[in-house]
C-alpha cells in the first residue's frame, strides 16, 4: 500500500520519497509555495518550473492543482496538459464537473485523477465516470458521503456501479491535518465496511495499486530506458 504526495514547493515530496520510497509515489505540484494556488494559471514561470523538475525527479502525476473555469484554457494550463502527455503522467485535478469536462476537450486521452471527485453529488460524478474511462476519483474531504458511519444510499450505488474508480484520500494541505490521519483513517474504514470487501478493499487500496503504483512503475521505466540511467 502506499500514499501518492504532492507538495508545495516539491522538496517536501522530494523528502518523503527519500525517507520512504517504497510508500510513496510523487506528484509534482506546480507551485512553488501554497500561495500560488490562485495565481499559477497565469503565471508564465510554471511550466519551466515544471520542466526542471521533471528533469531531475520522479513523479507519477502532475497536479495537485486548482482550476476554475475557464483558467482551464489557459495558455499555461494547456502547457502543463502537453507536459503531462509528453511525459506519461496523469493529472491530478481540483476542479468541478465543468471545468473537468474542459480538460477532456483539450486532450481527450488525458488521465485524470479527480480530487474530492469535484465535490459533486455523486449522479455527476457517475455521469463523468461513465463519459470518461481515463478518470479516477479521490474521496478526500468527502464527509458528505456518510453519516453516522453509513454510506449515504446515492453513495453506495455509485461506489458498487464504479468500484474500479475511486480511492480514499487524506487531504493534508496544512500541518495540523497530519494529527488527524487517524481519525481519517477509522471513518474511512467505517463507512468501507459497508460495502462488499471486494469494493472496499479496491477503493481503500487496490484502486490505487493498479493505477497509480503501476503508473508510476511505467514512467520509471521509460525514464530509466531514456536516460539509460538507473532508478534514482
Ligand atoms: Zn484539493
Same mark, same amino acid.
Given at each position: 500500500m502506499r500514499a501518492l504526495v504532492s507538495s508545495s514547493n516539491d522538496d517536501g515530496t522530494q523528502q518523503l520519497y527519500q525517507a520512504a520510497p517504497e510508500l510513496i509515489i510523487p506528484a509534482l505540484r506546480p507551485?512553488?509555495?501554497?500561495?500560488?494556488?490562485?495565481?499559477?494559471? &497565469?503565471?508564465?514561470?510554471v511550466p519551466g518550473y515544471l520542466e526542471s523538475r521533471l528533469r531531475q525527479y520522479r513523479y507519477?502525476?502532475?497536479?495537485e492543482f486548482h482550476v476554475h473555469g475557464a483558467q482551464a484554457d489557459a495558455p499555461v494550463v494547456r502547457r502543463v496538459l502537453a507536459l503531462a502527455r509528453q511525459h506519461g503522467l496523469m493529472l491530478h485535478v481540483h476542479a468541478d464537473a465543468d471545468t473537468l469536462e474542459r480538460f477532456y476537450l483539450h486532450d481527450p486521452s488525458a488521465r485524470i485523477l479527480w480530487a474530492h471527485a469535484g465535490f459533486e453529488g455523486p449522479a455527476r460524478v457517475a455521469a463523468l465516470l461513465e463519459r470518461h474511462r481515463n478518470l479516477w476519483a479521490d474521496l478526500s474531504m &468527502?464527509?458528505?458521503?456518510?453519516a453516522e458511519g453509513k454510506l449515504r444510499p446515492d453513495w453506495h450505488s455509485v461506489l458498487i456501479k464504479h468500484p474500479d474508480r475511486f480511492m480514499v484520500g487524506t487531504d493534508?494541505?496544512?500541518?495540523?491535518?497530519w494529527d488527524q490521519v487517524g481519525a481519517h483513517a477509522r471513518w474511512a474504514r467505517g463507512w468501507l465496511a459497508d460495502l462488499p470487501q471486494e469494493v472496499a478493499e479496491r477503493i481503500a487500496w487496490r484502486n490505487g495499486e493498479e493505477v497509480l503504483t503501476a503508473a508510476f512503475i511505467a514512467v520509471s521505466n521509460r525514464q530509466s530506458a531514456e536516460s539509460g540511467a538507473q532508478p534514482r
Open positions: 507551485y512553488r509555495q501554497r500561495s500560488e494556488l490562485t495565481t499559477w494559471t &497565469r503565471d508564465e514561470s507519477v502525476a502532475i497536479g &468527502r464527509g458528505d458521503i456518510a493534508t494541505y496544512t500541518p495540523s491535518r
